[in-house]
C-alpha cells in the first residue's frame, strides 16, 4: 500500500490534509520539528505517526507531500528525490485532490477559518461533507458530495485550485512581505475568480470584489440593499445575532448565531446564500447556524477565576478591531484587555499606524515582542514603536504576565498569529500555582 508521508505535518494546512486521508483509508504519516504545535493533538488522537526530520523516513513506495514552507534542498525532499519518489507540493496535491467531489473554496484577506467551518457543518446537516479548515481541522468523508476548503492567497497558492464555487469574504492588503500593494492583492483574487467553474459568492460591499469579472455568476452578499442576499433587522445581544435575510430583496427567513460582531453575520451570508443556490432547505440551515460551536483560535473562551480569557488568531488591524467589536458585544459591562504579539516585522512596519488604532479600542493594551521570520530583514523596528503610539500600553513577557491578575473581571484578548499561546499558558499556570485557579 501507498504511504502518504507530510513533509511538515503540524502546518495547519498539512495536518487537516493528512487527517483527511486517514480517515478515507489512505495510510498516512509525516514528519517535523519537535517542538509542541496546537495543530499535533488531532494527528496523535488519530493515530497518525508523526517523526523528527531526517532523511531516513524516506522511502520506495511513498508519496510526499511537501509543506510550502519547506525548499526543495530540505533534507527529505532531497532523499525522495534521490530515490525516484514523487514529491508533491501541498497545494498542488490538494488542487488535483478536490476534483473528486463538488469543491467550493473559501477565500478572502480575512474571516476564511471560520466561513469554512461554519459552511461545512451547514453542509454536514444536508449531505456527506469533507473539509479542510486553516485550523489544523481535516474531516474525511468516504462518499462525501462536497469538499469544503480554506483557500490561501499568499503567494497566489490559491491558483492551484479549480474549484466548482468560491466563496470571497473581502479583499484588504496583507502579507506585505509578498504582495506589492492592495492592487496586487486584487490582482491575484481575479485570476482566481476566472478559474471558478460554477459561481462566485463574493462580499458585495467591498469596493474591490465589486471589481470582480468572471465566466461565472458572481452573487453578492452583504448589508446594503444593492447585494444579492442582504442580512437586515440584525439584533445584536449578548447571547449572540439574529437577522433576517432578503433574496433579491425579497423576504427568505430569519436566522440566529451564537457568535457576535458584523464579520460573522457576513460569513453566516456567504454560507446562506451557497447552501440557497445548492437546494439547501432553509430548516436545516437555522438548524446548523444555531449548532455551531466555532473553529480552534477563532474567539476561544476560558473562565478562570473572575476573568475571561480569550484566544484569537487576529493578527491584522481589520481582524483585531472585528474581535473587540465581538469582545464588545458579548461582554459590554467588562473591561476588555488586548495582549498582542504582532506576527512578521513587515507587517507591523507596514501596518504600524492601523495596529495602533485598532488596539487603542480596548481599555488597556500589552504587547509582545514581535514573532518574526528568521528570513526577514527588520532593520531597527522594535515592539517599542507601536508602544509609542498606544497611550498606556505595556510590553509583558512570558515571566510577567502575571500583571494581568490586577483587571479583576475582565475579559483578555491574547491576540496572535505566531506563538502567542505560550503567553497564555504562562499566565494559566501563575494563576493555578498562586491562587489554585482551573
Do not use: W
Amino acid at each position: 500500500m501507498t504511504i502518504y508521508h507530510f513533509v511538515g505535518i503540524k502546518g495547519s494546512g498539512m495536518s487537516a490534509l493528512a487527517q483527511i486521508l486517514h480517515e478515507m483509508g489512505y495510510s498516512v504519516q509525516g514528519s517535523d520539528v519537535e517542538k509542541y504545535f496546537f495543530t499535533q493533538a488531532a494527528l496523535e488522537k488519530a493515530g497518525i505517526k508523526i517523526l523528527p526530520f531526517q532523511k531516513d523516513n524516506i522511502s520506495e513506495g511513498m508519496i510526499v507531500i511537501a509543506g510550502n514552507a519547506f525548499p526543495d534542498t530540505h533534507e527529505e525532499i532531497e532523499q525522495a528525490k534521490k530515490l525516484d519518489i514523487p514529491v508533491i507540493r501541498y497545494h498542488r496535491f490538494l488542487g488535483e485532490f478536490t476534483k473528486n467531489f463538488t469543491s467550493i473554496a473559501v477565500t478572502g484577506s480575512h474571516g476564511k477559518t471560520s466561513t469554512t467551518g461554519l459552511l461545512s457543518h451547514v453542509l454536514e446537516g444536508a449531505q456527506p461533507t469533507a473539509c479542510l479548515i486553516g485550523d489544523g481541522t481535516g474531516k474525511g468523508v468516504k462518499d462525501a458530495k462536497y469538499f469544503v476548503f480554506e483557500a490561501c492567497e499568499y503567494r497566489r497558492h490559491f491558483l492551484s485550485y479549480f474549484p466548482d464555487y468560491a466563496i470571497m469574504t473581502n479583499i484588504d492588503f496583507d502579507h506585505p512581505d509578498y504582495f506589492a500593494n492592495i492592487e496586487d492583492v486584487f490582482s491575484a483574487f481575479q485570476e482566481m475568480a476566472i478559474q471558478v467553474k460554477k459561481g462566485i459568492f463574493a462580499y458585495g460591499d467591498d469596493e474591490y470584489l465589486q471589481r470582480i469579472q468572471a465566466k461565472v455568476p458572481v452573487v453578492f452578499y452583504g448589508f446594503s440593499g444593492e447585494n444579492d442576499f442582504q442580512a437586515r433587522n440584525v439584533e445584536k445581544t449578548t447571547e449572540g445575532t439574529t437577522f433576517d435575510v432578503f433574496v433579491r430583496n425579497t423576504f427568505y427567513d430569519s436566522f440566529y448565531i451564537s457568535s457576535y460582531g458584523d464579520h460573522n453575520v457576513l460569513n453566516a451570508l456567504a454560507v446562506i446564500a451557497i447552501c440557497h443556490y445548492e437546494g439547501i432547505e432553509a430548516e436545516i440551515i437555522k438548524e446548523r447556524l444555531a449548532s455551531f460551536s466555532g473553529v480552534k483560535r477563532r474567539f476561544s473562551e476560558k473562565l478562570l477565576g473572575t476573568q475571561i480569557l480569550i484566544d484569537d488568531y487576529a493578527h491584522h488591524p481589520t481582524e483585531i478591531r472585528a474581535t473587540i467589536d465581538a469582545a464588545r458585544q458579548k461582554f459590554p459591562d467588562r473591561e476588555i484587555v488586548a495582549v498582542f504579539q504582532p506576527h512578521t516585522f513587515t507587517r507591523t512596519q507596514t501596518f504600524l499606524e492601523e495596529f495602533a488604532g485598532s488596539l487603542r479600542l480596548a481599555d488597556r493594551v500589552y504587547l509582545c515582542e514581535i514573532f518574526g521570520s528568521a528570513r526577514e530583514n527588520h532593520g531597527k523596528l522594535s515592539i517599542k514603536d507601536l508602544q509609542e503610539k498606544i497611550p498606556g500600553a505595556e510590553i509583558i513577557s512570558e515571566d510577567r504576565t502575571s500583571i494581568l491578575k490586577e483587571h479583576e473581571g475582565s475579559v483578555i484578548i491574547f491576540m496572535g498569529a505566531g506563538d502567542i499561546q505560550k503567553y497564555q499558558d504562562a499566565y494559566e499556570k501563575y494563576l493555578t500555582e498562586q491562587f489554585k485557579l482551573n
